[in-house]
């Protein structure tokens, strides 16, 4: 998809939107990124977090494990 991506919370009252940059293609290619949202955002809600800021956190969890992501044989490289 072209542009950068933007994840969302909808509520009842009120649509979030939590933009963020792309990061590119190739060798930038990340495995695991959906399954480490899910459970920073479940991590964060359990701290006591409202849902706003906990996927705030989870995003930026998210990027912080792509910047550091390890290379792991000839594919994609695995977020830990």
Not at 40 to 48: E, I, K, R, S, V
Request: aromatic share 8%.
């Amino acid at each position: 998809l072209p542009g950068d991506p933007v994840d969302a919370l909808f509520t009842r009252e009120e649509t979030f939107r939590f933009p963020a940059l792309r990061i590119g293609e190739g060798p930038a290619k990340v495995r695991g990124t959906g399954c480490l949202y899910s459970s920073a955002l479940a991590a964060q809600l359990a701290l006591g977090n409202d849902m706003v800021e906990a996927c705030r956190s989870a995003q930026r969890f998210v990027r912080l494990a792509i910047d550091g992501a390890l290379a792991v044989g000839r594919g994609n490289r695995v977020a830990w």
